[in-house]
């Protein structure tokens, strides 16, 4: 069976092909499907934006399609920056600038914990959908640390580790991670759904 990923990031391409290709399934990219589309984020959860690109990039190329949407929720802040986590701050900033940001907008807050949020979704032509999520939960350092990882990884720290996202390797960050964890559960509704 063939998925097209609903992503124009050929990071999380190679990383659902290591695991999903154990079950026989080829993971193809939207330019590989001869897909060109924008699809704007426009939902207020999670599973909504995962949901609204797989199903976009499913009818438009005719094959089943996985599409992936993450964030950070921090307590204090009432679960922001959540799905905005990609722009909080807006469009513009680094991502050093964004996690400053959350940084200052928790000043003085002595409460700090947050949790990193993935939820997959996988629309099929025949209308069945599969969803999966994965959480990890954390607490924001006062202070960046680590050079390693994207996003908000320097100030997420896992307490169990003693350390940030940024200063595990990428196999450390994997197996703890939302997105792995995510993955993972999601393989498993995979299999279910194929040997249907
Ligand atoms: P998405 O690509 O629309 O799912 O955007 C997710 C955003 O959430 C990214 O741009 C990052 O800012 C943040 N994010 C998601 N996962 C991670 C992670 O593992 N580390 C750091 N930041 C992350």
Not at 69 to 83: F, H, K, M, N, Y
Not at 84 to 108: C, P, V
Not at 145 to 155: A, K, L
Not at 162 to 185: C, D, M, P, V
């Amino acid at each position: 069976m063939k998925l097209v990923l609903a992503s124009k990031n050929p990071k999380k391409l190679r990383e659902m092909q290591e695991i999903l290709t154990a079950l026989g399934v080829e993971i193809c990219s939207e330019a590989d499907a001869g897909v060109d589309i924008e699809v704007e984020e426009t939902g207020a959860t999670f599973e909504e934006n995962s949901l609204l690109k797989a199903k976009a990039v499913m009818e438009a190329s005719g094959l089943p399609a996985i599409a992936d949407d993450s964030g950070l929720c921090v307590d204090c802040l009432e679960g922001a920056p959540g799905v905005y986590s990609a722009r909080y701050g807006g469009e513009e900033l680094t991502d050093e600038q964004r996690y400053r940001l959350l940084l200052e907008n928790m000043r003085g807050q002595l409460t700090r914990t947050a949790k990193f949020v993935s939820v997959i979704t996988c629309c099929f032509p025949d209308g069945s959908v599969l969803t999966a999520r994965g959480e990890c939960p954390g607490t924001i350092a006062y202070v960046p640390m680590g050079e390693g990882g994207f996003g908000y990884d320097p100030v997420f720290f896992v307490p169990e580790r003693k350390k940030t996202f940024a200063q595990l390797t990428a196999e450390e960050k994997n197996a703890i991670s939302h997105r792995g964890k995510a993955i993972q559960a999601f393989r498993e509704k995979l299999e279910e759904h194929l040997r249907k």
